[in-house]
């Protein structure tokens, strides 16, 4: 079964409020969820290896830590993941980044996946899809098992809110897949939308409604 990481730390729980208020500008949106996005790479990353390398300062030798591999690829779901991906490249520039584009189906909200786009080597790297929301699970599910198909297999799932049910769909489709979520919400409501949630991060992200 995989880990779920629920991020606590006060900067991202007063960042996400902020977030969840109808009122937040999609300017003030999009630059909390970078801030976020940031603060969350430090958890997500906790337990990524060092080696040690020999490195001379102006005063001398010495041995110190480096990643133990820098082939490190971020994947948004479009299209809210992309909201996550700067804040992450600050921390990570040396980091690809592959696309993979899922919408849900308005009525059946089932996901439909329209493009897909990664990094040359990409089944070599260790690798952080993202997306803000984990509602029915469906996208999350899909985008994990389009990677795995293509040799992927070390994923980790990093995700601003979740529901119960997503949890648990991703944990019975990819119990090898850690998530890191700042807050795991009450549940979904008729349009499967997350409750109390913050609405369409999508559409909160970019303008569209
Ligand atoms: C949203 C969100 C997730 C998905 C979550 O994307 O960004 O990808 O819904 O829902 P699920 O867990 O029930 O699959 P959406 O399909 O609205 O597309 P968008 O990002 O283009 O707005
Ligand atoms: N997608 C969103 O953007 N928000 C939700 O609450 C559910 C799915």
Known sequence: MSEVHVLTHPLIQDKLTRMRRVQTSSKDFRQLLKEISLLMG??????????????????????????????????????AGVGMVDGLLELMPFASVGHIGMYRDEETHLPMEYYCKMPEGVEDSTIIVVDPMLATGGSAVDAVGSLKARGCTNIRFMNLVAAPEGIKAMQDAHPDVDIYVAAIDEGLNEQAYIVPGLGDAGDRIFRTK
């Open 42 to 79: 430090y958890e997500v990353t906790r337990d990524f290896e060092t080696t040690s390398t020999t490195v001379t300062t102006p005063i001398c030798e010495g041995t110190f830590p480096k990643l133990e591999k820098d082939f490190i690829t971020i994947v948004p779901i479009l299209r």
